[in-house]
Structures are given as structure tokens and as C-alpha cells.
């Protein structure tokens, strides 16, 4: 008869797996390795108007009326949720809708929103 009992060494071995994945998830924060919320910064086009100078990130665009502030720089002063929808353009910041629209998800834009929140200089 085979028994489905879980053996000792098994559950030592998802202990390890256990162990193992928190030291990678904390492995990039401890290395000072790229952030996910940096990645999609660049990934969603956020890099090519606004730098973030202390993040090695210059901004790429050329026409100075689409050039934003260096987000590194000034903690923005619209709350989180207010935020959202701005870089959505469902709404306005001082009569203003943002130059570019958010495309990608919730959860990235969150990411993002993160990261810039964990800066030094923000
Ligand atoms: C086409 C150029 C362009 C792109 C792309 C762009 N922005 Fe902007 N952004 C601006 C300009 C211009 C402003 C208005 C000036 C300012 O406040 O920096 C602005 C404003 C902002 C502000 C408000 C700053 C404040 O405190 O008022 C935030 C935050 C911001 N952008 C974040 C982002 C993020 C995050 C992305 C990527 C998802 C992004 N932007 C992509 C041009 C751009």
C-alpha cells in the first residue's frame, strides 16, 4: 500500500525553497540592483521626459514643452490616488492634463508610483 503521508524530507526541502525565495526577493534591494518600479519607468516611456538624475536616468525627448520635472528631485504633490488618474488623463492637475497617458496596469503603475516614493531625494 503507498501512503500519502508527507515525508520529513520533503517538508525540509520546501523549508529550504521557502528560505531561498526570501533571500532572492530581497537579494535586488540588498545589491542595490534595478527595482521593478525603475524598470517599468523606462519600460513605460516615463524616461524619455522626465529624468531622475540621481537614478542615472536622463530624460530623452527633445521639445522642452514636453520635458517634466526630475522625479527623483520633488515628492509630487498630488496625493497617490489623485496620481492615478492623472498619468491616466481621466483628470487634471492645475487645469492640466498630463502629456502622455498611462497604457500599462494598475499594479505597474503602483510599481512605479513606489519607487519614485523610495527615493532619496523624494
Ligand atoms: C511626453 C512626455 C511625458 C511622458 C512620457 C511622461 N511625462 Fe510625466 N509629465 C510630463 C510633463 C510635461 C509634466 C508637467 C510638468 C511637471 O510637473 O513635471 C509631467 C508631470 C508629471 C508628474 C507630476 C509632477 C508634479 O508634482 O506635479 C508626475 C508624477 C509624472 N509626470 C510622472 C510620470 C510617469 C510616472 C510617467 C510614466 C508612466 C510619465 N510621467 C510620463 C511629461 C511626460
Same mark, same amino acid.
Given at each position: ?10 517538508? /525540509? ?23 521593478? !518600479? ?17 537614478? !542615472? ?46 497604457? !500599462? ?11 519614485? /516614493? ?5
Amino acid at each position: 500500500m503507498t501512503t500519502n503521508a508527507i515525508r520529513p524530507h520533503r517538508v /525540509a526541502r520546501l523549508a529550504l525553497l521557502a528560505a531561498l525565495s526570501l533571500v532572492v526577493a530581497a537579494a535586488p534591494a540588498l545589491a542595490g540592483e534595478e527595482a521593478p !518600479g525603475k524598470k517599468l519607468f523606462v519600460d513605460q516611456g516615463c524616461a524619455r521626459c522626465h529624468s531622475v538624475a540621481g537614478q !542615472g536616468i536622463e530624460h530623452s525627448v527633445k521639445v522642452a514643452s514636453m520635458v517634466g520635472a526630475d522625479l527623483g528631485k520633488a515628492a509630487p504633490t498630488a496625493d497617490r490616488e489623485a496620481l492615478k488618474s492623472f498619468l491616466k488623463q481621466s483628470t487634471t492637475i492645475d487645469g492640466e492634463k498630463h502629456k502622455a497617458k498611462f497604457k !500599462g496596469s494598475d499594479e505597474e503603475l503602483q510599481a512605479i508610483l513606489d519607487w519614485l /516614493a523610495s527615493l532619496p531625494g523624494s
